[in-house]
């Protein structure tokens, strides 16, 4: 993996055309189209970065895998109880909940994101803004912060947060105000990382919880495999099944333009590119996901068979 050819991988997807960056606030809108890093970090710590895997760019939902294992982390799996683990089929931000239970149908959609951002620790908007801020950090192995003016202005902006906020407050499934919960899952979606500290992150995940780089066991095992197993299903919205298929993956999409990807006892990566296909994932970012598991054999499904 460290000898691994980033740069000539860049320069293969930087052609693809295609895709638009996210218009939702201001500071998307305005985002770098051409852009394109890569990080990958295996799960025994070794590192290999694109050139451009230093600059910033808010994780968006590339947050919400780590907000799933917070939540079950800090409530000892019973956030399973409130939130389901089906894909939907449709858009990120789809205004519906499971029928018959109400619940939001899995953490990887806004609604159920929402609600995982609600349940970690904390007993109000500031200590579960702290304790999500100390726990992404955990996972990247260094201090992180919000982009305090993108976390306004999703809080502000996020008309259909609210609204699914309010629907879940409706249906008894979200226990802290709507307004609440928009706030802290805005301000999760707006902490910044770079490529390099994003497939930390991912390298968490893979290695069961255990951050490789610093060593911390920053949740159990068994929360590690939880995310991971829905990240595969869910993570790329109404794309899992096409991402699926090609990639072969668990990875999560974001409307930053980032992927964050784990396979479990290998590595994590992350790649950003921010114009978007019509689901809201990375047009470069899938084509370097693509090549990347092709030339490291990576595909969950793809391993030659011996029959
Ligand atoms: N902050 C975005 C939202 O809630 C995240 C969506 C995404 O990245 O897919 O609309």
Known sequence: M?????????????????????????ALASADPDLIAVALVGTDGAIAASEDAGVPF?????????LFALALADTDGAALDRVGIEPTGEAFDAIKLESGTGRPPNPMVNAGALLTASLVDGHDVAGRDERILRGLSAFAGRSLEADEEIARDEHLLGDRNHALAHLM????????????AVAVYARACAVLVDARALAVMGATLAGGGRNPVTGERVVPAAVARDVVSVMATCGVYDGSGR??????????SSVSGALVLAVPGVLGAAIISPPLDARGTSVRGHAAADILSADLGLHAFGRPSSV
């Open 243 to 252: 991402w699926m298929r090609s990639v072969g993956i668990p990875a999560k």
């Open 2 to 26: 460290a000898s691994y050819d980033l740069a000539t991988l860049v320069e293969r997807v930087r052609g693809q055309s295609g895709g638009e960056v996210d218009r939702s606030v201001p």
């Open 169 to 180: 407050r409706s249906e008894g499934t979200l226990r802290v105000t709507a307004d609440d």
């Open 58 to 66: 808010s994780l968006q939902s590339a947050v919400k895998p780590f």
